[in-house]
């Protein structure tokens, strides 16, 4: 029951930092699960000891540290009846792989949508992703930008294995320097004779939960040739 409890705190600590940007406070958590507001400070303690949230500023509510984040994404169960039919229409009478990217993109909150094959590189939503408060430093900007002028070299150093189409890589997860600021959700298949790539790449604050059905569900659709004339 208190594991539950905690891991429930986790969650919705996480989805809430996802959906506002901001530290998130015992009282109105408190008010949601009906426990009170020492109960859940006393299990962001415990979720603070095992490195999971932080406390960014001295009265500020807690953020999710890369590690929670690894530990909320490593529990998601995918669900595809989450996963809008109309979106799904959308892609099918789109068909054209911009117009796919502009779809995903904003499904996943403005972040980049990508995709790559050995002979075409191609990605959306690189303004709306530089509007979010985390590129408020000119540095963290910069870096983003490169690792999108860089695509191939950024893939080329995932690892995707048959038994895991659909990868995550949080922060310092990335082996690519300059991409160590960010996430990544990507899921890989053959179309045709060739391996695709396709992803989201944008700040740790990404909504995990609804990228990764759209993404599987997309690169079924690619798989079975459904998407492309």
Known sequence: MQFNRKHNILTSIIEEYITTGEPVGSK??????????????????????????????TSAGRVPTEKGLRKYVDSLKIDFTKVNKDDIKRF????????????????AGGNTAFYITPKSIRYYGLSETLKQKEFDEKDK?????KVIDNLPDFVQLLE???????????????????????????????????LCVLGV??????????????????????RNKKLIK
């Open 28 to 57: 109105g958590l408190s008010g949601f699960f009906g426990f009170s507001s020492a109960t859940i400070r006393s299990e962001m303690v415990r979720l603070e000891k095992e490195g999971l949230i932080m406390q960014p500023h």
């Open 141 to 145: 900007v910069v870096r983003f930008a």
């Open 92 to 107: 099918a009478e789109k068909k054209g792989m911009d117009k796919v990217l502009k779809v995903i993109s904003s499904i």
């Open 201 to 222: 790449i944008g700040p740790i604050r990404m909504p995990y939960r609804k990228i990764i059905p759209y993404l599987l569900y997309t690169s079924e659709n690619f």
């Open 160 to 194: 995707f294995d048959e038994g895991s189409p659909v990868k995550v890589y949080i922060g310092k997860e990335n082996v690519y320097k300059f991409a160590q600021d960010f996430s990544c959700v990507t899921v890989y298949f053959p179309f045709g004779k060739e």
